[in-house]
């Protein structure tokens, strides 16, 4: 089983910036990606970021590149995702997913990931 607590939400005004934080626990010898997702009230999750993990690839969506950026600390097992130049419809619950070398399904998709955070709530005021 694997663990994953996510910290680093909160209120930010349009433009500003946040670091999310996502510590993963307990059996991540079998780590093979990272990603953020978010959802938003009435919505589907959406995928946000991803983390082809050790190698270092990166993926996003075409609404944050340029501003988000997702990276790793391999010692501590810890995933962030830094935002900057936020802006309202970035306001979701964030949630932090991790794959395993057995997952299927492609990095921009939920059944790509086995486990998941129980999420953090991002709100950007205007």
């Known amino acids: 089983q694997v663990q994953l607590v996510e910290s680093g939400g909160g209120l930010v005004q349009a433009g500003g910036s946040l670091r999310l934080s996502c510590a993963a626990s307990?059996?991540?010898?079998?780590?093979?990606?990272m990603g953020w997702f978010r959802q938003a009230p009435g919505k589907e999750r959406e995928f946000v970021a991803a983390?082809?993990?050790?190698?270092?690839?990166?993926y996003y969506t075409d609404s944050v590149k340029g501003r988000f950026t997702i990276s790793g600390d391999y010692a501590k097992n810890t995933v962030y995702l830094q935002m900057s130049s936020l802006k309202p419809e970035d306001t979701a619950v964030y949630l932090c997913?991790?794959?395993?070398?057995?997952?299927?399904?492609?990095?921009?998709?939920?059944?790509?990931?086995?486990?998941w955070g129980q999420g953090t709530q991002v709100t950007v005021s205007s």
């Open positions: 997913a991790l794959g395993s070398l057995s997952s299927g399904g492609d990095y921009y998709t939920p059944v790509a990931y086995d486990y």
């Open positions: 307990g059996r991540t010898f079998n780590t093979y990606r």
């Open positions: 983390l082809r993990w050790i190698f270092g690839w990166t």
